[in-house]
Nanobody, 124 residues
């Protein structure tokens, strides 16, 4: 049975940092992605990384502030978030899927499994 378990969310001041973790069990996937959803808004792409590590993609809004890494031995992917802003406040989800193309990794429909989500709140 496939499970994605996220952790690491919380409350942080503007300019601060948080690291989210997503532990996958059951199998490995070509791509692990991170998405977020703020109240009243659609779920949006944050970033994704292929299991091989060859390709990593980021949304323009988080580029140069967020970094995705993964520990293959632990089957875990991380989202390091620096220089956080109030507009980063959202529930963050990790997702797992097979797609690897630069456009497809941004599409929520291309992911087969999702974590339960973790709240990130950035105060001004």
């Amino acid at each position: 049975q496939v499970q994605l378990v996220e952790s690491g969310g919380g409350l942080v001041q503007s300019g601060g940092s948080l690291r989210l973790s997503c532990a996958a069990s059951g199998r490995t996937f070509n791509t692990m992605g991170w998405f977020r959803q703020a109240p009243g808004k659609e779920r949006e792409f944050v970033g994704a990384r292929t299991w091989s590590g060859v390709s990593t993609y980021y949304a323009d809004s988080v580029k140069d502030r967020f970094t995705i890494s993964r520990d293959n031995a632990k089957n875990t992917v991380y989202l390091q978030m620096n220089s956080l802003r109030p507009e980063d406040t959202a529930v963050y989800y990790c997702a797992a899927g097979s797609t690897t193309t630069v456009q497809a990794v941004r599409d929520t429909r291309r992911y087969d499994y999702w974590g339960q989500g973790t709240q990130v709140t950035v105060s001004s």
